[in-house]
């Protein structure tokens, strides 16, 4: 079964809250990945942490898939860059959820995608950063039925100059802050990209990207059920894009399902 996505995230940016940012995260089943995209200002050369809020009855955790970190350890000096991922085990119910920075910030910009059918398992990543010179970063090898999710960010430059990674513009997301000073706003964008090469970001100012590369769950795409056919544990039956949990007597199947 192949690595898809489910959902793309409607961007959040913030000027107003310094703590934190909050994201619109729909329903989801147990199995589904949240891949999260934040860049954000910088206090030091690691700091701020980044903490993201869940169901209390979720016993997964948020782990960091990628980052970047500029070299520089002046207070609003860098941009940071994470890609925060967590796979869900039981389903959650549509809201905002907090992502809560551990030191006030004045410009952050968060977005990202709903996986279905991905595992974290194997997974790969890569990020590069500078605050002066161009940056370039090679695309993994893609995974057979997996998905490579990019986030790319500069400093003091609006959405529609940045550039995205190479390959497909496919689901791109993005936003930018914007009021007072430029030099306090920042630009990010996520892209689900394909095939190889390398990506660039030119310019002299803060600037950052990292990429996970996400590969299927595994599994048996199942086009029909008879009698006597057994599933395996990690076989999945989904109608349309939701997980099918049980089958009773009296559903009815079409050639379609998988």
């Known amino acids: 079964m192949a690595a898809v996505i489910h959902a793309t995230l409607t961007p959040a940016v913030s000027k107003a809250w310094s703590f934190g940012i909050m994201i619109a995260i729909p329903d989801l089943v147990a199995g589904d990945i949240i891949v999260l995209g934040i860049a954000f200002d910088n206090t030091s050369l690691t700091d701020p942490t980044v903490t993201i809020d869940k169901p209390l009855d979720e016993v997964a955790s948020w782990s960091t898939g990628a980052t970047w970190t500029n070299p ?61 010179a161009s940056i370039s970063l090679a695309a993994p090898t893609p995974i057979t039925d997996g998905l490579t999710i990019w986030l790319v960010a500069q400093e003091t430059i609006a959405i529609g100059t940045l550039g995205g990674p190479i390959n497909s513009a496919t689901n791109d997301t993005g936003g930018a802050t914007t009021g007072g000073s430029t030099t306090t706003n920042i630009a990010a964008r996520m892209r689900v990209g394909g095939g190889t090469g390398v990506s660039t970001q030119a310019g002299s100012v803060d600037k950052g990207m990292a990429y996970v590369a996400i590969a299927p769950a595994g599994g048996t795409d199942i086009q029909k059920i008879a009698i006597g056919d057994t599933l395996l544990p990690v076989d999945k039956i989904y109608i349309g894009n939701d997980l099918v949990s049980k089958i009773h007597v009296g559903d009815v199947l079409v050639y379609d399902n998988v």
């Open 72 to 132: 520089t350890s002046s207070s609003g000096g860098g941009l940071h860059g994470r890609i925060m991922l967590i796979h869900t085990t039981t389903a959650w119910a549509a809201g905002e959820r907090m992502v809560l920075l551990s030191a006030p910030i004045v410009a952050k910009v968060s977005g990202g995608y709903v996986v279905r059918g991905g595992t974290l398992a194997g997974l790969l990543s890569g990020n590069t950063s500078h605050d002066t």
